[in-house]
């Protein structure tokens, strides 16, 4: 089966391609490809999303060399005069790799490094980085002859032995054991390989394994657009690191000094994305190995919610993070250690806090315990008092001076009430023993009338309450005895 080999990009849209012939003259710069393309007014989305001048101010790629394998790379734009290195050309040799007929190769070069001319807006994410050209295709065709993939590989190992430190693979082959033995050499010289996850679709499911994105240490990279969906012709697998900006991607054309885009876009400019990022790192921390570039945009990249996807690896690729984020060389998290039960020291104190709390509970139980006693034994003393003072004396009554004590003879220790009552009198009916009106009078009275002799009249007594004015109602009769209200009366002889 014939090998085929193509670039992973789409045609042109900026008008015709025209082809143009290599110079024969070694030394001058050759002037071939497409004059098309217009001034950059706006800056293109991807450097509005990664923001790689956050990056610069530590790395702006300067001494770094990466290797564009791929359709030739022109010299001649602004954004990239003085940057392309004199390389090799499996298509035609005089052309040092500097004549690109349809753009795709110069354009991933402006990616990379392209530098910001005066009065534009664009620039390449390492734009103080240097690109050597391989060209090993003519256009954008699907190229089934079976020398390309050779040639492919044969591109890679001339590139390592040149000391670059980036190769960018924004094309796709047929797996052969010399494109697998190319990419091994490759990496262990120390160079990072990138390459582009491929072109034929993986959102609808279909997966296609692509190469030489798929090999082993090589950085496969998806593509997806400015509203951070994946493209729908990116090619889709586990084999997938992460994505950048592969739709509406902007870039330098082989002639005059105007920018164009493809089409389609593809994950060949994504790709270009990932080596800008790659030759940033390198060129800020030139010991890492390509390992450790790897899993440092890995770990850096902005991640999709489960972590990672077969469309999109562990996500858009996130230039300042990669710079900053991490210190020193990237290593993988190793995996989730069990924890070992940690068993702490019989603390030598701790029976006697427990005596100490419960003696102080108790003591303060048996405390509270006595002062509510010690409560209700005062009020129920209280109460004892209170009793004995209304209840338990016997009531006295005053003694009615008109009866006779126990010997005969009339009380002299007659009391009066401790309540006063004036002008009270006593109806009909009347207890026992009640005094009439006047009757403290009355009393007095009759211990004076002990003292008088017998026929004399007392008079009334006008200090005595209701005793100064006598009535002159008729008496009325009390047991026998007339009675003279407000008169003192004598008891008969």
């Not at 091994?184 to 491929?198: H, P, W």
């Not at 338990?392 to 309540?419: E, I, L, M, W």
Request: with cysteine.
């Amino acid at each position: 089966m014939a090998s085929a080999a193509a670039l992973v990009g789409s045609v042109v849209a900026v008008g015709a391609v025209a082809p143009g012939a290599a110079a024969s003259v070694v030394g001058r710069v050759p002037s071939c490809g497409p004059d098309v393309g217009e001034p950059m007014t706006a800056q293109p989305w991807p450097l509005q999303q990664l923001r790689p001048d956050l990056a610069w101010p530590i790395s702006e790629g300067a001494g770094i060399t990466v290797a564009v394998i791929d359709s030739g790379v022109s010299a001649t734009h602004p954004a990239l005069e003085g940057k392309v290195l004199e390389g090799r050309d499996f298509v035609d040799a005089s052309a040092k790799g500097q004549c690109d007929e349809v753009a795709h190769g110069t354009l991933v070069a402006g990616v990379i490094a392209g530098r910001q001319p005066e009065k534009s807006v664009f620039s390449g994410i390492a734009p103080k980085a240097s690109i050597l050209p391989v060209r090993v295709l003519r256009d954008l065709q699907k190229d089934f002859d079976p020398n390309t993939s050779g040639d492919i590989a044969t591109a890679i190992k001339w590139a390592a032995d040149q000391d670059v430190d980036v190769i960018n693979l924004s094309l796709t082959t047929d797996p052969t054991g010399a494109l697998e033995n190319a990419i091994e050499y490759a990496l262990d010289r120390d160079v990072v390989v990138v390459a582009a996850a491929g072109n034929d679709g993986g959102s609808n499911g279909n997966e296609q394994t692509a190469y030489p994105a798929a090999y082993e240490g090589v950085i496969a990279v998806a593509g997806i657009d400015k509203e951070g969906h994946h493209v729908d012709t990116s090619t889709s697998g586990p084999y997938v690191d992460v994505a950048a900006p592969g739709a509406e991607v902007a870039g330098p054309m082989p002639r005059g000094d105007g920018y164009a885009q493809f089409k389609d876009g593809g994950t060949s400019f994504a790709a270009a994305y990932v080596s800008g990022l790659a030759a940033l790192i390198r060129s800020a921390d030139p010991k890492l190995k390509p390992a450790q570039v790897a899993e440092r945009i890995r770990a850096t990249a902005d991640h999709p919610p489960e972590g990672r996807n077969n469309q999109v690896g562990y996500g858009m690729i996130n230039p300042y993070r990669a710079l900053t984020a991490i210190a020193g060389a990237v290593k993988p998290s190793p995996a989730p250690l069990a924890l070992t039960p940690v068993t702490l020291p019989k603390d030598p104190m701790a029976d006697t806090r427990r005596i100490a709390t419960w003696t102080a509970a108790t003591l303060a139980g048996l405390a509270l315990v006595i002062a509510l006693s010690a409560a209700v034994i005062r009020r129920t003393r209280r109460r004892g008092v209170l009793g004995e003072a209304a209840i338990g004396a016997p009531a006295r009554r005053a003694p009615n001076p008109r009866q006779p004590a126990a010997d005969g003879q009339p009380s002299t220790s007659v009391k009066a009430p401790k309540v006063r009552r004036r002008n009270t009198a006593p109806g009909p009916g009347s207890p026992a023993g009640v005094p009439g009106p006047g009757g403290q009078g009355a009393a007095a009275s009759a211990r004076t009338a002990a003292a008088q002799p017998p026929g004399q009249r007392q008079q009334p007594l006008g200090w005595q309450p209701g005793a100064g004015r006598p009535h002159a109602a008729q008496p009325h009769q009390v047991g026998g005895t007339p009675d003279y209200g407000g008169r003192a009366q004598v008891p008969p002889p």
